[in-house]
């Protein structure tokens, strides 16, 4: 995202998640909040990115959707294995899901949304 009140609202999020876990009323707020931004700025996948994390955290009062698996890849471009990604807390998953918001548009993290995003629906599926 481009607009600097948005950046700002997003590192409010992750610091606070840092420092002291889920907030859910306030994370819920900050959300909504930021959700207008990424209309203005027409994208579309972090857009939905952000509302399904936010329908997510006030339905099940946490993050439970791990960090998406990271791939290995040689000098040729070739995938040569997969580094899973592990949460020791639902917290974890929830900063770097900030963090790859800030740059939605950067190729690997509009990749890495998509992924949340799937996770997400099938995380309210089956929950």
């Known amino acids: 995202m481009v607009n600097k009140k948005a950046q700002e609202l997003i590192a409010k999020m992750q610091k606070s998640v840092e420092d002291n876990g889920i907030n859910v009323d306030e994370l819920v707020a900050d959300l909504q909040t930021l959700r207008p931004f990424s209309i203005a700025e027409k994208l579309p996948r972090l857009t939905k ?59 690997m993290n509009a990749e890495e949304l998509k992924e949340y995003n799937d996770a997400l629906k099938e995380y309210a599926e089956n929950n």
Request: aromatic fraction near 8%; glycine fraction near 6%.
């Open 49 to 107: 990115a952000i509302r399904l994390t936010n329908e997510h955290i006030a339905e099940y009062k946490g993050f439970f959707i791990p960090q998406p698996e990271d791939e290995m890849i040689d000098e040729e471009g070739e995938v040569i294995g997969v580094i899973e990604a592990t949460s020791e807390t639902d917290t974890d998953s929830l900063i770097y899901l900030f963090s790859i918001m800030q740059d939605a548009e950067n190729k």
